[in-house]
């Protein structure tokens, strides 16, 4: 029986408490030897008795690890008498940081016990929980690579950092009152406000009705309490926006629907913003004004202590920035950009290197792919050469392939304005400084003028990386299953092959080869992007004709502005064609009145789906019709019977609420058995679901319902955003298999 040997671990086994597990483990079976990070590896030299037995307590690994390889080689040389943590070295990348994760119950315990070194203390963490991917430079981790770097340790801490015994033994981020990062107040032109406890006088500010920006791990928030919820909606312009809420455990147990999955996610080291059912569905409409609202629970030290000492039962947590746009993550930024909206700043003196926005969750499906979650990884074999995708235009990640894993990035944002593409940039870079690929392929949407695509080329100009344009519902389908599939991608809008804007398609196939065998009915988009500002447009694109014209006329509509409307729709002038889902839904909604005007991404769609929530459906009959040799669902057929039942009652909310329902779950039933003909007529028994759209519970449940009544398997990948944040995971997807078609 061997009793040495140098092993070798591979995956995220750095910035877990990998080396102090070790350790401790070492220590236990009589080990000597070393423990080192090498790169994004961890190397032990071992010597002992009992080194099986200490091998196997390596392999289980940390809370927080994941281990992809053990691999044991021989080890020569004499043993050394005891067993120690050596200095880290460079070497292979073959892991990750870990994202950031939610302060640990042993961590709150600690904040709230009297006379301990931690009581109080903002920044408390440990091996297990705290900042990780926020504040990491390069690898590999240790303490001089993080933005702990400026905070030297104290004794204490140093003592806590060198004991075997601790679960502060090793952990970067270790830190008290006396050497850590410490708290400010400001006030709105940034002069410190010195007298008393900055988190006391936080507390009181917001229940006073003040508004607050917060420094957090990722970013900061702005914090207020409900009671001003609409004058915060109004100093950002949102004015019929939700927000998001950070509140206790028992206060959403109380008001909202939640289930034991979403509950235990709640509390987890992810710790998202998770979108729940409201109990009463107009409760906190100045919050929401939908049916559901985001809540999160507090998960950093500094969130337990203020929620310790506020009177009002949540806050309003909304992250500073405009939609779309990067996170402010420094106070002069801070001071530059939420002048006029926020009166007082706590900000901390740590770093922000790396920002990372609140994730969220609905149902289990992830919209926002950030803390907790990113930088995610995905173990896929797409062959040998490293793949960066350089994501969609909206709600963008990016995606690096390297020795088999697929590493997508925290959420960017709308890469269509100069500061998100510069945080778009900003991540590719992190990532590559992180993997040290050696970029052969980049994958790029197919739309020749999106920021990203150019970015691609830069990079090709760059590298002489080989260029791959991937259509963009094709990455969807290519996301969500990497099996032969057909493929359902349903969204907003994306740039198809034909040229025209797609956004209900049908795919058969695998990726690389994907064939296009069915989509939505085209319909026109009067003015572009203005139908989707105003989807009155939208509905008139649609349904052209006197009886729309007459609905409009009674809204408001000038009889200029209607003629305008039909000498653009009828001499196609400044009018695109689209087979988008969302566009359909958001005319539906314009048709019954529900939203007119789209203040925020996706209002429209999400208004529709409120109004219909708890209502009935009733089947309608599916206009599925061929043309040129593919499936076509006749969205206008289906906008018709819309009106016709809209204008038996167009005051009756009720019936109101019922026909939005209908729409939504007939356009789901006609979408799913578009794709279940499609896999009867070839015998593929996998059918892939993606796209924004399918965050909408009824379209969503009622396709899963007709494909399983089918008897087929319906696939969606639950690691990554539905909604575009999956595209360049997709993107790599595409790339990769093309690759190895390739040879």
Known sequence: MPNKGRIIIR???????????????????????????????????????????????????????????????????????AFTISKSQEGLRSGLIPPDIAT??????????????????????????????????????????????????????????????????????????????SLTLHDGSGDPIRTGDPIQETADLLDRGNIVAIKGIGGFHIACTAERAEEL??????????????????????????????????????????VLDKRDPSAWEQVSNLHTIGCMVPYTALHHLLFSRLRAPFLIMTSANVPGYPMITTLPEA??????????????DREIVNRCDDSVVRK?????????????????????????????????????????????SPHVGNDRNPGTYAYLQETIACLRNFMQPDIQVIAHDLHPQFLSTRYAREIHEETGAELVPVQHHVAHIAAACQEECIGIAIDGVGYGTDGTVWGGEIFQGCAPDFTRIGHLLPVLMPGGDLATIWPERMLFGILPDEETREILGMRGWKEQELSVLEKQ?????????????????????????????????????????????????????IPVISSGGLRVLDTVSLMKKTRDQYLRDPTDNQHIRQTAASFQYNLARGIAATACEAAAETGIGRIALSGGVAYNEMIRETIRKTVLTQGLELVMNREMPLGDGCISFGQCVFAGRAAIKKG
């Open 233 to 274: 909606k109004k100093r950002l312009g949102r004015t019929e926006q939700p927000f998001a809420i950070m509140a206790t455990r028992d206060w959403i147990l109380e008001n909202t629907r939640i289930s034991r999955y979403e509950e235990e996610l709640l509390a987890s080291g992810v710790s998202p913003i998770i």
């Open 11 to 81: 995956g995220v086994v750095q910035g877990v408490g990998f080396r102090p597990f070790v350790y401790a483990r070492a220590i236990y079976h009589g080990i000597s030897g070393a423990v080192r990070n090498t790169g994004s590896e961890v190397q032990i030299d071992a010597w002992g008795e009992h080194f099986n037995a200490f091998l196997e307590d390596v392999r289980r690994g940390t809370p927080l690890s994941v281990i992809d390889s053990v691999e044991v080689t021989p080890l020569t040389g004499s043993p050394p008498h």
């Open 104 to 181: 640990c119950a042993e961590c709150v315990r600690d904040i709230f016990t009297g006379d301990g070194r931690y009581e109080g203390y903002f920044g408390t963490s440990c091996v297990n929980c705290g900042p990780r991917y926020s504040i990491i430079r390069s690898l590999p981790y240790d303490r001089e690579r993080t933005a702990m770097r400026e905070f030297p340790v104290c004794t204490g801490c140093n003592g806590e950092y060198r004991d075997p015994h601790s679960r502060r033994h090793h952990a970067q981020t270790n830190a008290c009152s006396s050497c850590g990062p």
């Open 364 to 408: 289990g499906y992830i919209i926002r792919l950030s803390r907790g979650y990113a930088p995610n990884r995905t173990r896929i074999s797409l062959g040998d050469k490293a793949i960066l995708g350089t994501g969609p235009e909206l709600n963008s990640t990016v995606t690096l392939y390297t020795d088999g894993f697929c590493i997508t």
């Open 335 to 348: 001071l530059q950009k939420l002048s006029g909206i926020a009166g007082f700043f706590l900000t901390h």
């Open 569 to 621: 729709v009828s001499r196609r002038f400044n009018t695109i064609q689209t087979t988008s889902t969302g566009r359909v839904l958001d005319a539906a909604s314009a048709l019954l009145g529900i939203c007119r005007q789209k203040t925020y991404d996706g209002e429209p769609a999400m208004r529709l789906e409120s109004a219909a929530s708890g209502a009935t459906p009733e089947p309608w009959n």
